[in-house]
């Protein structure tokens, strides 16, 4: 190929009747390109320009250059790293949410920006209407696979980390009074009975309790071995009578069986908080049955600690949503105020007053014997 004598990387080549630099581009190879240019001034001025870029590119985004990757191919090698290390029911949840990534990111994976991930949310919020808890989620999976992809080596960036998510609403922990349960678990059809009165009985999560074995139960020693954990560590249940009454009520199969045979976890959902809503039981879900164990044993003075154990609460900072029901919680709360303010009573009462025991309005008679300052 016809050129002139190469000198400090800048040529012109007669063949093409054109300026050419060589340089060494921000993932250290070799470049060699034709630049705007009538005299050799100017082509020295363009190289310059091209190793300023690449030397900015090195600091700024790395030294390797983004892989050509495809969205598609980098969601489904996520899939295959976290298949292994997830649990099945929690499996199932992200391979939908990687459908749902799948359909609306750009084809090539370089090419999803920090403005294509802030859109994302925009229509997922807004035009597809769908509950910021569920954007969380979604986003959440993201940004833990462009995380990946970045380990990998096969982009530079991770353009989902910081990106701004909807605000969740205020939570709400509902659970069902013992009427309540009731009328669902007499309404309920006969597959879901087992299911609801277990969930309420004992606290378990939907997919503990779809994922127990008859091997797991010990009636017996009136207790459930909790396999396949949110957390991911074997859990001890204390099974109380009403737990006992229900699982001796169903056909035991084989030790490797699970004790709730042929029930699918998103029909039981789906069919439970219909079951609800024909009951007037409102913003009540399947995971309310949960909160209805939790929060009536808080209500019958257990303490939170014990609670959360139950419940398998890895930090006791989840269990403290159940602290306002407490009585002996609020009890030991406003009594604190008892020594805040001991030096402000009057020593002798007021002119003209007197102290009266304060009576139950329900019973009419004495059952405190707290002061009251009448005039």
Known sequence: MPKARE??????????????VSYTDAAGRRQREAVVAHTRPQAVAARAALMLKA????????VKEPS????????????????????????????????????????RARDISRRTVAEYISTRSESDEVAPGTVQKEITVLKHALRLAVEWEL??????????????????????????????????????????????????????????RWMDVDLVGRRAYLRETKNGALRVVPLNELACQVLSSLPEGAPGNVVMAGVDAQKLSVYTERLFRKLGIAEASFHSLRHTAASWLVMNGEDLYTVGQLLGHRTPRMTQRYAHLSPKYMAGAVGKLDSVFSEVMPENTPSGARIVTIASPDSGQEESSCPKLLN
Do not use: C
């Open 68 to 107: 050509e990757i495809t969205t598609a191919d980098l969601l489904a090698r996520y899939k295959r790293h976290q298949k292994p290390r997830l649990r099945p029911t929690t499996f199932e949840r992200i391979d939908g949410i990687l459908e749902t990534l799948k359909a609306r990111l750009p084809e």
């Open 155 to 212: 982009l530079n960036t991770n353009p989902a980390q910081g990106a701004k998510l909807p605000m969740l609403p205020e939570g709400r922990t509902r659970y069902l009074s013992p009427t309540e349960l009731k009328a669902a678990l007499e309404a309920a059809a006969a597959w879901m009975r087992a299911p609801i009165a277990l969930a309420a009985f004992t606290g378990m999560r939907r997919g503990e309790l779809l994922g127990l």
């Open 55 to 62: 030397e900015r590119d090195r600091v700024l985004v790395g």
């Open 7 to 20: 000198r400090d990387g800048v040529y012109y080549r007669k063949d093409r009747g054109s300026w050419w």
